[in-house]
């Protein structure tokens, strides 16, 4: 797959792979990103894969998104996609943090990746926050 940056510790099932080599044909994404238990390491036997794409031209319609995105798609991953202009809007949601900060490029563009993964911990470092079990919340004083 051109562009994919897969470890031996993040190497995904054949399935998978194909799935996300179709959302590149299909999207023409900035990035694709594998986040969650998978990365966390605490991905137990029924646990899912987490793909978190940024593409410039998706769907604005809801579900000619979720058509889009769930052609082909394997019963047992879950996938994000955001526009970069959307992602800018969502950059406070736990979630969107979670999976910038902590995520891993499987295809894309890497200075891209960079630039918003920054921009994620400059919000963080702005609110004061922290990450916890629960979520990301203030420091204390």
Do not use: C, N
Not at 11 to 24: A, F, G, M, N, Q
Not at 53 to 61: G, H, M, R
Not at 65 to 83: C, M, N, Q, S, Y
Not at 100 to 123: H, I, K, M, N, P
Request: aromatic share 12%.
């Amino acid at each position: 797959m051109p562009g994919m940056r897969s470890t031996d510790r993040f190497r995904l099932p054949v399935d998978i792979e194909s799935y996300v080599d179709r959302l590149v044909g299909r999207l023409r994404p900035l990035f694709i990103l594998l986040f969650g238990s998978q990365v966390r390491a605490t991905a137990g036997r029924h646990s899912d894969y987490d793909l978190f794409v940024v593409a410039p031209d998706l769907p604005t319609d809801y579900w000619k998104r979720l058509e889009l995105l769930w052609a082909g798609k394997p019963a047992w991953v879950d996938v994000i996609a955001f526009t970069p202009e959307e992602l800018a809007q969502v950059l406070h949601r736990g979630l969107v943090l979670d999976a910038l900060l902590d995520g891993v490029l499987l295809w894309g563009d890497e200075r891209s990746f960079t630039q918003w993964r920054e921009q994620g911990q400059a919000y963080i470092e702005s609110q004061g926050l922290r990450k916890t079990p629960w979520g990301y919340f203030k420091r204390a004083a």
